[in-house]
């Protein structure tokens, strides 16, 4: 069996406020052979946009590099301005073992491109989740404070200099984070107000650096064109944290603010066994073992 991996890079540009730009990163990725576009998502009020990629080991090794000198060359940060936290034009590349592939080959990957990228376009790195090469730089959020603007004054600390490149940023593109990771889901809440503040209090309460749930990372937002308040987050584990979790607490804070929920989004895709488990949780089926009955899990083995 082939070996795949998954790669999730995040850039700071939509399709809404800059199609150019975009489309010229959709038209690198869907050049690159050994890679496979599964999805691409954009958002104009987050101002940023995400790819799905899919391929072996040295096609997605090749897409992340090429994706991130087309991002380089045509996103300036100093003129970016969207509600989503960043400090890179290419803001994160997660890797993520798919098919007969182990994280710690994911993490070779990650430590392979980030070197290139600053050998060949000076934009320095950081190393995150599974490739961190220190417990403060595991988490995402951690790494990502202070954003494009307050990152030249956090990489001179003598705990922050970049795993790859120099104590200084690029001056349009800022700097990456790097690394390999099990699979996520993006997971938001859309609220039935335009009261921003409602949704940061539900975020803060239910975001594990805050004493929420431990696989959760949240925050709130406003959808300025739909003019309703979001809960945007990462599920860094949803099985350890499922959906629903989240969802049902979601319900129950918003409800003390007289509040609903209109609707849930998943952005990019999403493991089956994520949305099958909340199947399972609201329809109370008994003794249900996904593997054994879903039909579509049958079919794969049968290849």
Not at 149 to 154: A, L, S, V
Not at 224 to 252: C, F, H, K, W
Not at 260 to 272: D, K, S
Request: hydrophobic content about 40%; some cysteine; charged content about 25%.
């Amino acid at each position: 069996m082939s070996k795949l991996v998954e790669c999730i890079p995040n850039f700071s540009v939509s399709k809404e406020k800059d199609e150019p730009v975009f489309q010229g990163l959709v038209d690198v990725a869907n050049s690159i052979p050994g890679c496979t576009v599964m999805d691409v998502q954009s958002d104009g009020t987050h101002n940023r946009c995400v790819f799905t990629l899919v391929g072996s080991p040295e096609g997605i090794e090749e897409a992340a590099f090429q994706l991130c000198k087309k991002a380089t060359e045509t996103i300036d940060l100093t003129k970016h301005e969207g509600a989503h936290p960043r400090m890179g034009a290419t803001d994160v590349i997660p890797f993520v073992p798919t098919m007969d592939i182990s994280v710690e080959e994911c993490v070779e990957i990650s430590k392979h491109v980030a070197q290139r990228i600053w050998d060949e376009l000076k934009v320095p790195s950081f190393l995150y989740e599974d490739s961190a090469s220190s417990p403060d730089r595991v988490n995402l959020a951690k790494v990502r404070k202070g954003q494009f603007e307050g990152m030249p004054e956090k990489l001179l600390l003598p705990e922050w200099a970049p795993d790859y490149g120099e104590r200084k940023i690029h001056p349009t593109a800022g700097i990456i984070a790097i690394g390999a990771r099990m699979p996520l889901v993006a997971f938001n809440v859309n609220l039935d107000t335009d009261n921003v503040e409602v949704a940061k209090e539900i975020a803060k309460a239910i975001r594990g650096s805050s004493g929420g749930f431990k696989h959760c990372k949240a925050i709130g937002l406003l959808l300025e064109d739909r003019n309703i308040a979001q809960v945007s987050m990462n599920m860094v584990n949803y099985e350890g944290t499922p959906l629903y979790y989240t969802y049902e607490m979601i319900r129950a804070l918003a409800d003390r603010y007289g509040v609903r929920i209109l609707g849930t989004e998943v952005v990019g895709l999403t493991p089956a066994k994520a949305l099958i488990d909340c199947a399972e949780f609201y329809l109370k089926i008994e003794n249900f073992n996904c593997r054994n009955q879903v039909m579509e899990y049958h079919l794969i083995d049968m290849e």
